[in-house]
């Protein structure tokens, strides 16, 4: 795997989900196996993520919506981009997760810092 490497070859799938009107209750188990959820509106459309960071700040607790503590707007990248763009994109937007949308917004996979580094050192091993 190299640095030029395609987001395809490297993001997982399927990804789990929230929902912008969802109470962070509803969501909280899905915290247990992940750091961070990409968030959907009503049309399916990547609008945010909200972390377990974002949860923790919640000033309602568990009793808060998912809009009121996700960080948005979304940053995204498209299947096309690179591992390198993913990673530069992590530096200066400070995130550890990026979802990959198609052209209509809809979250098909997500790569996160993990994928990024496994990439980067598989390629300083060849």
């Known amino acids: 795997m190299s640095p030029t490497a395609k987001l ?4 997982s799938r399927p990804v789990e989900v929230a929902m912008a009107d969802q109470k962070l209750a509803e ?3 899905l915290f247990a196996t992940q750091s ?6 009503g049309e399916g459309k990547c609008i945010g993520v909200v972390s377990k960071k974002d949860k ?3 000033s309602n607790g568990l009793d808060s919506t998912v809009a009121e503590v996700m960080s ?3 940053i995204t990248l498209t299947l096309d981009k690179t591992v390198l763009e993913a990673a530069a994109l992590m530096l ?4 550890h997760r990026i979802p ?3 052209e209509q917004l809809q979250v098909i ?3 996160t810092r993990t994928d990024v580094f496994q990439a980067l050192e598989e390629a300083n091993k060849a």
């Open 8 to 11: 395809s070859e490297v993001m």
């Open 27 to 29: 969501i909280d188990a």
């Open 100 to 102: 990959v949308v198609n």
């Open 109 to 111: 996979g997500i790569v």
């Open 72 to 74: 948005s707007p979304a």
């Open 92 to 95: 200066k937007h400070k995130v």
């Open 36 to 41: 961070g959820l990409p968030v959907l509106d």
């Open 56 to 58: 923790a700040k919640a």
